[in-house]
């Protein structure tokens, strides 16, 4: 059983940055791919980015490439969610998720995650 708890979201103006963190529970941390989703009021949840258990590849959408830089420390049991340059579109909370040796083609679907945090609001406004 993992639980993860995030931290780091608030409110922000347009071209700002946040950093989110998730803190994990358990002793496996590094055996898990780690995820970051997030919803929109209204919409349905969206992937933002992974980090791979074997050997830390990193996926992002096309939405926040270039922008958002996903991390993790294993030493830790954190992963993290860089964000800059936000946008008003980003507003949304921010859920992190794993799954234990998922691999990097299921990475994306929010389905397969067998564990989930409580979400983090993220607001981007002038």
């Known amino acids: 059983q993992v639980q993860l708890v995030e931290s780091g979201g608030g409110l922000v103006q347009p071209g700002e940055s946040l950093r989110l963190s998730c803190a994990a529970s358990g002793r496996t941390f590094s055996s898990y791919t780690l995820g970051w989703f997030r919803q929109a009021p209204g919409q349905e949840r969206e992937f933002v980015a992974a980090?791979?258990?074997?050997?830390?590849?990193?996926y992002y959408a096309d939405s926040v490439k270039g922008r958002f830089t996903i991390s993790r420390d294993d030493a830790k049991n954190t992963v993290y969610l860089q964000m800059n340059s936000l946008k008003p579109e980003d507003t949304a909370v921010y859920y992190c998720a794993a799954d234990l040796y998922l691999s990097a083609g299921r990475s994306r679907l929010s389905a397969v995650y067998d564990y989930w945090g409580q979400g983090t609001q993220v607001t981007v406004s002038s």
């Open positions: 980090i791979i258990w074997s050997g830390d590849s990193t």
